[in-house]
């Protein structure tokens, strides 16, 4: 969306503090069960086990409560063994769970973390307070006497992820990112801050801090080069927790176990978004989509952005009602479109104008954020003079739910909230729960909060569709599907975007994803157009989008441009057995969608900041193509595998780097061997989509003497199935002993489900000569052998509800 560009000056002042640690003395401690509290001259630390691996620190200051009201922990304390020593001798206090553990040394005082007797991470002076001169926090009218610090040391050596969302490079070390959600509009390879920002932290030697506090603030990532990570805030709570695990994915299940899964997302969000800024009218959004219809590419949900509440940009946001001189029949359009299978989601503000349709209603109803005298706090910004609704008065929360739930009524399926950073919030704005500088990181996600909770009182049956410019650590629990915002349509805007939605997978935001094309300018480059869609194959979300200069559909494109994002939209639809997988890793494990190769190597430092080549989900390896003209590129393949090129189904070896050449009709795309790949016929909408029919790629390598996968199925679209017992979980087994290759199928069904018989279509790769002898079952078979691409392939009918046994015998 269009808006005013804000110029914000950032000080760094230097300050003079006094080192806390040096003065800090130890007086007693207590320890109850999972929880130790230490006692000092200026206040106490409680140390809350909240796992085998999650350790939580608070420090109260003397005079001060414990603030134990957080944003985004949702985890209870578990039962956890513990152990706990103290050695008078040497005045040391050590408390541990299985895995995890801190050492209180009484004099001087310090405190470290060890993982299994490996240390981590050790405060350096700890909390403390800093007084300085006024200092310009992260905007312009944010004036802090004072801010609350907490100081850690650092190793040499390690590289830190995390802050949220920002175009840095995947090591931010050396950084001091500003917390303070800010759009930045028509970015491209470099933005210190933007809408995400988290108080997360991750190193390389795999562990995770994450900053429990929502107040704005910094994250200062050793900028000045001391081995010093530091947390800096204007308010609010003192804790932190230490997450660690055995992997990258342990670390990532015991984050999202602390903050909360991502809930299952509705199958439709994986196939194609029209998108644009934006449909003028009813009679233009049904033509879009029926040109859709008629060059027979798929699409399976158009967003309306603000046409669809006023004719203009300017002076109608807050109106939050169909524009009916534009959408005289919304509710029969959105009818029709979903005859069509194409879903309609609406774009939302918080803000409410004072020139809007619901100004007077919204004053009369005390939903509006007030001034410091309690008036209703009107402020200019790019679309008018506005307000802003306080999400947290209750009454405000009620009356923005019954806009979405007239909406959701009128047959809408998602909600987009736009500018929810909030785009302008002045530090004197007062909410019901305190100050703008207080909820600012957070509006987003309580945002999202508001709408994720108001289906489950009203549409409990609906999984919702939550598209977010802002959020913060845990919004992922509610919902949120994430995009990196207003990026500048060039080639520098789409080299930045591997690396945001690596790192928000890396924190929680899974579906990080970006405007397919680009947003900002009026580029019309078809080449840039039609890579940054084949990167999207391989995103979360697949949305094009644009400014109306340019067309982000591919119907209005250039005849060669259609025909190469189709392709890549062709390809996103077979692979949607593949990507609903996904989903429900994500939301069972908190696994990522988009995996950094270091989660392969985590001991490989060359991996350590490297977005190149990435995975998509566990078993296949993505290349994009981020510069124009390029005729060829170098692909890293991880160690421990063989990689098969998904077109040629030619074999790399892992841990190797390999020049390819390039093709403009698709990016290089590799394929795990021992992967079970499943695939389906391509389908307009995936409404159309029919789980009972699909293809299964088994990539066989001699290498590989034994593999597992397992596929999800459900509806689709009921929410918490697997609570429900309303899904399904194929297994596939592959194991070769001798001559004989064993492919083993079995099935774990919920008792809610309704299974059917699978009809599966199995090639099997990489059989180098025709076999001797095929058996299904105890049916002999002779399946179709295919020399030229040395395939095997065996139409298997499956009944679930018993195994179902392959044996090949072959002929080497």
Known sequence: MKHIILYISIFFITVSVTA?????????????????????????????????????????????????????????????????????????????????????????????????????????????????????????????????KIEFNLSKDEMLYGGGARALGMNRRGYRLPLFNRAHYGYETHSELMNYTIPIVLSSNQYMIHFDNAPIGYLDLDSKGDNTLTYETVSGRKTYQI???????????????????????????????????????????????????????????????????????????????????????????????????????????????????????????????????????????????????????????QWFWNIYKDLANKGVAGVWGDLGEPEVHPDWVQHHTGSASEVHNIYGHDWARLIYEGYQGDFPEIRPFILMRAGYSGSQRYGMVPWSGDVNRTWGGLQSQPEIALQMGMQGLAYMHSDLGGFAGANLDDELYVRWLQYGVFNPIFRPHAQEDVPSEPIFRSEKAKRLASFAIAMRYRLLPYNYNLVYENHKYGKPLMRPLLFEEPSNPELFNYTKTYLWGNDILVSPVLEAGKKEQEVYFPKGSKWFDIETDNITEGGTTKTVQLREDFIPVYVRAGAFIPLTDMVQTTENYEDSTFQLQYYHDASVKQSERELYFDDGKTANPIENEAFQILEFEAEVEGNWLEIEFEAETGKNYLATTKEIALTIHNIKNKPKKIKVGKDKVEGTYNEKNKTLTLNVTWGTSKEKEIKIKLNK
């Open 20 to 148: 806390q640690n040096s003065k800090r003395i130890f007086e007693s401690s207590k320890k109850e069960k999972t929880r130790l509290e230490v006692f000092t001259n200026d206040g106490s630390y409680i140390f809350q086990f909240l796992s085998e691996y999650i350790l939580e620190t608070t420090f109260v200051p003397k005079g001060e409560e414990n603030r134990s009201i957080s944003h985004a922990v949702v985890m209870q304390p578990q039962e956890v063994v513990t152990v706990y020593d103290c050695k008078e001798g040497d005045g040391t206090i050590g408390f541990s769970s299985k895995g995890i553990s801190v050492i209180i040394k009484e004099e001087p005082f310090t405190i470290s973390y060890r993982y299994k007797g490996k240390p981590l991470i050790s405060e350096k002076r700890g909390y403390y307070k800093s007084k300085h001169e006024p200092m310009d926090m992260v905007k312009g009218n944010i004036v802090a006497d004072s801010t609350e």
């Open 243 to 397: 997450i660690v695990g055995e992997s990258w994915y342990d670390i990532l299940n015991n984050y999202t176990n602390l903050t909360g899964k991502q809930p299952m997302l509705p199958r439709w969000a994986l196939g194609n978004f029209s998108s644009r800024f934006g449909y003028h009218s009813q009679e233009e959004v049904e033509n879009t989509i029926s040109k859709f219809k008629e060059e027979k590419i798929p699409v399976d949900a158009i967003i309306l952005d603000l046409y669809w509440f006023g004719k203009e940009v300017k002076g109608t946001m807050g109106n939050l009602e169909v524009f009916r001189d534009s959408f005289p029949d919304f509710e029969g359009m959105v009818k029709r479109l979903n005859a069509k299978g194409v879903k309609t989601i609406p774009i939302t503000e918080p803000f409410v104008l004072t020139t809007s349709k619901k100004w007077d209603e919204a004053v009369a109803k005390n939903v509006l954020a007030k001034d410091s005298v309690g008036n209703d706090a009107k402020y200019d910004f790019y679309f008018g003079n506005t307000g802003l609704i306080d999400i947290y008065k209750p009454e405000g929360e």
